[in-house]
């Protein structure tokens, strides 16, 4: 499956940004889908994820309250609500797919998404 990240760009602390990652080639209700994020030199962290039907969602402890994960499976997109942004939201943000039923685990993604940065500045 084939995975397209938009809807990044520079916001200001407090705004909100609404991710979109489209997805292509493979039948998209077969994969749970998830939101992560990188830094410069840190670790790819988990972010948020939701299940093959939507009906199932998980977010990262930093995240709860502020973001939403979504999906419409007859777009073939899932995305990211993001309101109340934080200079530690900054990162590129990936989307990924997974055949796992919902996972926070980076490794159980096989398919990834070429990234969007967010940028949390005044």
């Known amino acids: 499956v084939q995975l397209v990240e938009s809807g990044g760009g520079l916001v200001q602390p407090g705004g909100s940004l609404r991710l979109s990652c489209a997805a292509s080639?493979?039948?998209?209700?077969?994969?749970?889908m998830g939101w992560f994020r990188q830094t410069p030199g840190k670790e790819r962290e988990f972010v948020a994820a939701?299940?093959?039907?939507?009906?199932?969602?998980t977010y990262a402890d930093s995240v709860k309250g502020r973001f939403t994960i979504s999906r419409d499976n007859a777009e073939n997109t899932v995305y990211l609500q993001m309101i109340s942004l934080k200079p530690e939201d900054a990162a590129v943000y990936y989307c990924?797919?997974?055949?796992?039923?919902?996972?926070?685990?980076?490794?159980?993604?096989?398919?990834w998404g070429q990234g969007t940065q967010v940028t949390v500045s005044s």
């Open positions: 990924g797919a997974s055949g796992r039923f919902i996972t926070a685990s980076s490794g159980r993604y096989p398919y």
């Open positions: 080639g493979r039948t998209f209700v077969g994969y749970s």
């Open positions: 939701i299940s093959k039907t939507g009906g199932t969602t």
